[in-house]
C-alpha cells in the first residue's frame, strides 16, 4: 500500500463518519511532515451551515495547528474532486499537493468543470493526483443516494397511502 492509498483510506474512514450522520460522504485529511494534522468530514446539514465542507473544516484544523494559514509543505487527500469553494480555499491555503479519490463531473473543480488547483493566473498551483482508490470512494457515494433515492421513494409511497384513507 503506498503512502497515498494510506492516507485517502483515512479520509475515508472521515466520509463515513458523515454517512453515519447521513451526510453525503465526503472525507479529508492533511498530512504535513508524514503525520495527519487536520481530518474533517461533510457536515452541511448537521450544522445548517454551507461552509461545512470536509476540506475547509481539515483546512481550519490545519492552520490552528501550524499556527499559520499557509500549508505550505501539507498534502490533501480528500474522497470526492473540491468543488469552486473549496478548491479556492485550498489555492488560498498555499496547499502543496492534493490528492483525490473520485471526480466530480457536476460540480468538481480540481479538472471536470473547472481546474481552479492548477490554473494559470493565480499566485499558487496545487500539484494534482487523481483516482487514488478510486473505486472505493465512488462506490461509498453510489450507496450513499441510491440509498437516499430508495428512502425517498418509500416515504413518497407511505405518504401516498396515508393521503388514500
Known sequence: MTDDEKYMKEAIRQAKKAAALDEVPIGCV???EGQIIARGYNRRNTDKNTLS???LLAIRKASKKLGDWRLEGCTLYVTLEPCQM??????QARVD???IGSMNPKAG?????LNILEMDGFNHKAEVERGILQEECSRML?????ELRERKKT??????????T
Do not use: L, T
Open 109 to 113: 473543480c480540481a479538472g471536470s468543470v
Open 142 to 146: 453510489s450507496e450513499f443516494f441510491r
Open 53 to 55: 465542507h470536509a476540506e
Open 30 to 32: 492533511i498530512v504535513h
Open 155 to 164: 416515504k413518497i409511497v407511505r405518504s401516498e397511502r396515508i393521503d388514500k
Open 97 to 99: 499537493r492534493v490528492v
Open 86 to 91: 473549496c478548491a479556492g480555499a485550498i489555492i
